[in-house]
Nanobody
Framework: QLQLAESGGGLVQPGESLTLSCEAPGFSFDWYSIAWFRQAPGKEREGVSC????????KYADSVKGRFTISKDNAENRVYLQMNSLKPEDTAVYYCAADSSYYCSLSYYAMTSWGNGTKVTVSS
């Protein structure tokens, strides 16, 4: 089964940037669409962004459009989430998830594999 690992979380101030990374050692992302989800304390897990396996098309939640960028490095077999202009409301545990569909989804129920998450805290 696909084992996902996130990295790059941390504590930043509002307005700063952070880049998260997702990898799956021993597996290729060629056949998987990859999504980033986040879960803030006391809230449901929500889809943030995803990138499709077939054409690298992307989707974003309205709350992060224009600030976050998802990308995939096929050579390194990693998916990145570049987060700019971070706000306190972006504070959450961020999870990488995968599904085997051609086109990506931000639906929790579509995911078949999950990482353990990386914590992002935006605070002054």
């Amino acid at each position: 089964q696909l084992q996902l690992a996130e990295s790059g979380g941390g504590l930043v101030q509002p307005g700063e940037s952070l880049t998260l990374s997702c990898e799956a050692p021993g597996f290729s992302f060629d056949w998987y669409s990859i999504a980033w989800f986040r879960q803030a304390p006391g809230k449901e897990r929500e889809g943030v962004s995803c990138i499709s396996s077939t054409d690298s098309s992307t989707k974003y939640a309205d709350s992060v459009k224009g600030r976050f960028t998802i990308s995939k490095d096929n050579a390194e077999n990693r998916v990145y989430l570049q987060m700019n202009s971070l706000k306190p409301e972006d504070t959450a545990v961020y999870y990488c998830a995968a599904d085997s569909s051609y086109y990506c989804s931000l639906s929790y129920y579509a995911m078949t594999s999950w990482g353990n998450g990386t914590k992002v805290t935006v605070s002054s």
